[in-house]
């Protein structure tokens, strides 16, 4: 038996396609289908009606390139800063995005705006009248459904707080462009107002954040107690760099050595000016005593003026004088009180000598005129070498005394050039801890005045369009599922209804030959009375 039901299934299968047959079955499932279209639309409505609606809202920040991007932990890096390029804070603003996403950050915002507002609890409009048949037919669903999403909550309770963190979790957006410095924050609600509110908190709380992260606990008064500390120490090294140079007799080592070359440079140049000026001298003192000992000291006189016993005694004096007038022209300068003296007591002699001189004149002999200038000459050159070999024992003198001073100079030098490195060394440090309190005390100030780099180049908007759901792709489904359902009770009729509606199928199926057809009437259907 179900071997002939299967055998007559697949002779219904393999039959020839009769579309007349078809279209009367498909009319008569018409008001079949008129139903599940009437439904289908009802469902429509109603879902446009009765789904929540989401309102979002959306603000933007700018992260420009500022002092966080620029520098460092000042403590880190005593006030140094490093360079970051425009194109390379892909991942500042990476971070920047894990931190509004954090969920320290919006535990904060749900702090700052209370659970009953992030939840949609807060009443509003609770003087409107009461709610229209629409809006009662679209809550409908929703209260019949309240108690089911009770019960299932009720199996992993949690607090309003946390239920509250998750539905910001959920609803937040956040976004940013590649090369963009522009960060995007967007947040689906179930009223515009309650986005919008989130949005702003969530800036705020994002901004503070940003300077709570940049910021340094306790740098400001580190480098103030660093700078104090410094500043005295550098005080102290200063004050034993002066206690040592007034020690030492000397304003600088440089300037000390250069006075000490320079003393030393004119003491071998007289040195070697006057080794050259005696070796002069000496030579021609030679030569005057060779010449001294071939001329006769007094040569004999024809007639010479007569004199007596007392003018020889004045010759013979101006003779002394004149030699000790040469003796001190070598050895002093002119305007010397001593040589000043000789020249007039050689002036007074040979005024006294010439008056004597005028006497009777004999012939004798008389001092020879040119051993006498070769003696004055002599005598003249023996002088000044003796000046040059006191000006010699004195450069020698000095010289050693130039090269004892270097000599200290040099142990000196270590000394002082310590202490100024170690003055330098602090002063570096004094100026470094001082640019980093700087720093402190700026990030300080900025902070306080609630300053940074994020500037909000949009504000969080107020759209009170619902983006959800969507009416286009309601009607777009309503539609479709009514060509869907439509084709699809239209194919379950044909399948399984096994009525023989036309004469064709009456003759393939039953091999009969068809005699007559009658319409199908209403009024045949139904019976006279």
């Not at 006075?259 to 000496?282: F, H, N, P």
């Not at 006497?359 to 023996?382: A, F, Q």
Request: glycine share 6%; hydrophobic share 40%; with cysteine.
């Amino acid at each position: 038996m179900h071997g002939d039901k299967t055998s007559e299934t697949r002779r219904d299968m393999m039959r020839p396609f009769d579309f007349a047959e078809a279209v009367s079955k498909a009319w008569s499932t018409r008001w079949k289908i008129l139903a599940l279209q009437l439904a289908l639309g009802l469902g429509c409505l109603i879902a446009l009606f009765a789904l929540p609606r989401s309102y979002r809202s959306e603000a933007r920040l700018f992260l420009q390139l500022g002092r966080e991007s620029l520098g460092v932990d000042p403590t880190a890096t005593t006030g140094q800063t490093i360079g970051m390029s425009a194109s390379g804070r892909e991942d500042e603003i990476a971070s920047a995005m894990d931190v509004i996403r954090s969920r320290g950050l919006l535990s904060k915002v749900v702090e700052d705006l209370g659970t009953e507002t992030v939840l949609g609890r807060t009443s509003h409009g609770a003087d409107e009248p009461g709610l229209s048949l629409l809006g009662k037919i679209a809550g409908f669903p929703g209260a019949v459904l309240s108690p089911v999403f009770g019960a299932l909550q009720s199996i992993d309770p949690m607090s309003d707080f946390e239920r509250a963190v998750l539905l910001i979790s959920k609803g937040l957006f956040v976004d940013a462009e590649r090369k963009s410095e522009v960060i995007v924050i967007a947040y689906r609600a179930n009223s515009p107002e309650s986005a919008q509110r989130v949005v702003e908190a969530i800036v705020r709380s994002y901004r503070d954040e940003h300077l709570r992260l940049h910021r340094t606990d306790g740098s400001q008064s580190f480098f103030d107690e660093q700078q104090e500390l410094l500043a005295s120490e550098l005080s102290e090294v200063k004050e034993q760099l002066k206690v040592a140079k007034n020690r030492m007799g000397i304003a600088s080592i440089q300037g000390e050595r250069e006075i000490l070359e320079s003393r030393r440079k004119d003491v071998v140049q007289g040195l070697s000016e006057a080794s050259r000026s005696m070796k002069e001298l000496t030579g021609k003192s030679i030569a005057l005593q060779r010449e001294l000992e071939l001329t006769p000291a007094r040569i004999n006189s024809q007639q010479v003026q007569k004199a007596n016993a007392a003018t020889e005694a004045q010759e013979t004096q101006l003779f002394e004088l004149q030699l000790l007038e040469s003796e001190y022209n070598a050895k002093y300068s002119p305007d010397n009180p001593r040589l000043i003296a000789i020249r007039e007591q050689v002036k007074e002699a040979e005024g006294r000598y010439n008056e004597k001189a005028k006497g009777s004149s004999e012939k004798t002999d008389d001092v020879n005129p040119i051993h006498r200038d070769l003696t004055l000459d002599l005598i003249r050159n023996e002088a000044l070498l003796a000046g040059l070999e006191d000006k010699e024992a004195a450069l020698r003198r000095e010289e050693t005394e130039v090269a004892n001073r270097i000599e200290k100079l040099n142990g000196h030098e270590i000394e002082i050039d310590n202490l100024e490195r170690e003055a330098s060394l602090r002063e570096r440090k004094y100026i470094a801890y001082a640019e980093s309190f700087e720093q402190a005390r700026i990030r300080q100030a900025l902070e306080t005045e609630r300053i940074s780099s994020i500037v909000v180049a949009q504000n969080a908007t107020l759209e009170e369009k619902p983006v959800s759901p969507s009416k286009l792709a309601i009607l777009l489904f309503g539609f479709a599922s009514m060509i869907t359902g439509a084709a699809g009770i239209v194919l379950l009729c044909i399948q399984f209804d096994d009525r023989l509606i036309t004469p064709f199928s009456v003759r393939k199926r039953l091999g009969l030959p068809v005699l007559a057809t009658i319409a199908q009437s209403r009024h045949l259907s139904v019976s006279n009375p």
